[in-house]
């Protein structure tokens, strides 16, 4: 066994083992620094003193990296919202010699962006003392900007020889770690090395919805809760959420699954508690082995040692999925299947299970001509499967521009005018995960079983980016009770982007809401030119009407201004913004409501269209025989008795609800297919592939 067995083996401290042996045998007095794998670095991570702020608050979530020989050996766990954060963290690194440096970074972790940097330091490990405990005091800089201060980083370490370990050990180390992901962020620990493989087994990734009714922990009533999530040595953090017992945080993360069954993730809430200790709120947890993988579980935990709940959406994604290969061996079992799936949606059970509308299979094969990522011209690209809140994952092909997934994923649909989103990202350990491109999918636009070459497109879905994906996608159904879905409200999606100001959005928006009132307008001249054949009175009547308007307009901004003159500056730009946001989103709503009444009369979702005309042709049929009063009768009832009859229902009206799911103009042109280059065409690479 080797001495480094003893390393703190006790606190489990993590650490990177890449060791060689000495053969030559030469001691450490003579040739100190020429023996590779000779040195144990002990180093605890101590705190950090006036670092960079670098969100808008005026302040950061720092966390440390440290490297050797460009390769990442430690990092450590984020701290929220502090410029003097305290880490007290520990690692043990076995080094192969000392020329090379330790190298500290840090950064400012920020969700879904990419981590802004914070600083470098470098340690040069020849100035250190053998055995003897070193206190260090790092100072931050920045190449680019040498004259700024950064603030400091206080370390801990120890420099201790190691020397007579195993061959066979050592070289265990060595298969461990060229088998380890380069994205795989946590320390090996020493009881890994006895595993077949460091690379994850699948993927948890974690939606934190919301919290209900949590306890009050101030004097106010109120909390300021946020939560800790804890799987294995990996952790996460929420945002805080002030003043409410009932948060909306809306994050999603995940978590890299090691352990074969699953594991238990612990979760505890808290309530921020400014210049005091964090309050507990309580406590829960999930157990992953009891959960089917490939689905989204969403899951509303009771909070144990506290009061409230926390509602969660929970999925499992294998790293290796069922593929395509294991569908062809057993392609006799996959068509019983396919005939089960198919009894299960006919038309015949209308009745049986109405939120359960069809089943989607959506077969991910490979990519071509992806955008470069990294310095090295290659991408690392994974791709990520999304149907209203279910999200899945494939795995990631490293050093890649042409990646080869053949990962097949299953859903089940809840609304057959769901959008299915393919996006395909590039995973970088440093960073968060580059975009390189998106295609939406309608379920109705969808050609069974046929294998397509999907053109990526931007993040906004307006136009193409480099590379196209191939998928096949099958999507099986009932037409009825898909037809009464579409009556009630839209499945709401849980993590959405939040609307920022564009001026070109804003513009956009607004030249769409002209369109709309301007076929309004016309429709009104026609209406009145039926009634008044002279105009000039007609033009007088509308100038007077709008000039009224403008009047209005201007005394309402008279007002305004002299209120805008007490705020503040800062405060009259953020008022500013709202108000643009605002009139930016109710344009949007507006103009999509009526392209949607549009496009429902010019057929561009088919199925909706005469869905449109079969209910109209039923409404007219209950007006011939029954007489109006007595439909008005049975609707009040019915309108009036609905939450007596179900208290937790929700109040809707169903031609809203129908209107919601016609596309508008804008959706459109996101949903509208790119044509590819003929050299994408799958039948040409097999032609190809045959020459």
């Known amino acids: 066994m080797l001495d480094s067995c003893k390393l703190k083996s006790a606190c489990n401290l993590p650490f990177i083992c890449n060791k060689k042996i000495n053969t030559a045998g030469t001691s450490n007095a003579e040739v100190p620094f020429a023996d590779p794998g000779m040195y144990q670095l002990d180093i605890t991570l101590r705190r950090g003193q006036s670092l960079a702020a670098r969100d808008r608050g005026g302040t950061s979530d720092p966390y440390v990296k440290f490297k050797i020989g460009g390769k990442e050996v430690f990092r450590s766990k984020i701290i929220h919202k502090n410029l003097n954060p305290v880490w007290e963290e ?60 950064l603030g400091i980083i206080l370390l801990s370490v120890i420099l201790t020889p190691k020397e007579g370990e195993s061959r066979d050990v050592t070289m265990l180390m060595r298969k461990s ?20 493989s460091h690379l994850w087994r699948g993927i948890v990734s974690i939606t934190l919805i919301e919290g209900r009714d949590l306890k009050a922990m101030d004097s106010n009533g109120l909390s300021d809760p946020y939560v800790k999530f804890r799987l294995g040595h990996q952790k996460y953090k929420s945002k805080i959420m002030p003043k409410t017992l009932n948060p909306q945080w809306r994050e999603q993360f995940d978590f890299h699954l090691y352990e074969e069954r699953g594991g238990i993730i612990d979760i505890t809430a808290w309530d921020k508690d400014a210049g005091k200790r964090d309050d507990f709120i309580g406590r829960c947890q999930v157990d992953l082995s009891a959960l089917s993988r490939e689905q989204t579980h969403k899951l509303e935990l009771q909070l144990e040692e506290g009061e409230g709940h926390l509602v ?29 799936i198919l009894k299960r949606y006919s038309p015949l059970r209308i009745f049986h299970n109405l939120k359960d509308v069809g089943f989607l299979q959506v077969k991910v094969i490979r990519a071509e001509g992806l955008m470069a ?52 990202y590039d995973e970088d350990r ?20 046929e294998q397509k070459a999907y053109v990526l497109k931007n993040k906004q879905l307006t136009g193409p980016t480099k590379g196209v994906i191939y998928l096949e996608i099958d999507v099986i159904f009932n037409a009825v009770k898909a037809s009464l879905r579409t009556l009630i409200p839209k499945e709401q999606k849980y993590i959405e982007e939040e609307n920022r100001l564009s001026k070109q959005l804003l513009l956009r ?102 869905l449109a005309i079969i209910a109209l042709c039923v409404f007219t049929v209950i007006l011939y025989c029954i007489p109006l009063r007595y439909i008005v009768l049975v609707w009040g009832i019915n309108k009036f008795t609905k939450k007596l009859r ?40 097999k032609k190809n592939n045959l020459g």
């Open 509 to 610: 928006n607004f030249i769409r809401m002209k369109r709309c009132v301007m076929v309004l307008v016309n429709a009104a001249y026609y209406v009145n030119s039926c009634f008044d054949w002279d105009s000039p009175p007609r033009s007088l009547a509308a100038f007077v009407v709008v000039e009224d308007m403008l009047e209005d307009e201007e005394e309402e901004d008279d007002k305004d201004d002299k209120d805008s003159e007490k705020k503040g500056f800062i405060n009259k730009i953020y008022a500013i913004q709202e108000v643009c946001v605002s009139v930016q989103n109710i344009l949007d709503e507006v103009a999509s409501f009526g392209e949607r009444i549009k496009n429902t009369f010019n057929w561009t979702v088919p199925f909706l269209s005469w």
């Open 646 to 685: 179900s208290p937790y229902a929700i109040d809707n009206n169903e031609l809203l609800d129908f209107l919601s799911r016609v596309p508008s103009d804008v959706q459109v042109v996101q949903y509208q297919e790119l044509k590819p280059d003929p050299s994408h065409s799958p039948y040409k690479r």
């Open 90 to 149: 520990k690692a043990c690194i076995l080094v192969d010699h000392l020329r090379e440096p330790l190298y500290i970074k840090v950064f400012d972790y920020d969700f879904g962006l990419q981590d802004d940097f914070m600083g470098s330091a470098f340690l040069d490990l020849t100035q250190l003392e053998l055995n003897r405990p070193t206190d260090v005091t790092l100072t931050l800089k920045d190449p680019h900007y040498p004259d700024h201060d």
């Open 312 to 340: 969660l959406l929970v999925t499992l994604t294998a790293s290796a999925t069922v593929s395509i290969s294991d569908l062809s061996i057993n392609s006799l079992e996959d068509q019983k299947e396919r005939e089960e």
């Open 177 to 196: 770690w060229k088998r380890s992901s380069k994205f795989q962020t946590q320390s090996l620990r020493l009881s890994d090395l006895h595993r077949k």
């Open 430 to 449: 440093d960073r968060s995960a580059d975009f390189l491109g998106k295609v939406a999918i309608p379920l109705l636009s969808i050609q069974n079983g």
């Open 373 to 424: 990522a990294d310095v090295t011209g290659k991408s690392d690209p994974f791709c990520v499967v999304e149907l209203n809140n279910d999200r899945l994952l494939t795995h990631t092909v490293y050093k890649n521009l042409n990646p080869e997934w053949n990962k097949v994923f299953t859903f089940n649909i809840k609304d057959i005018h769901s959008v299915l989103e393919v996006t395909v």
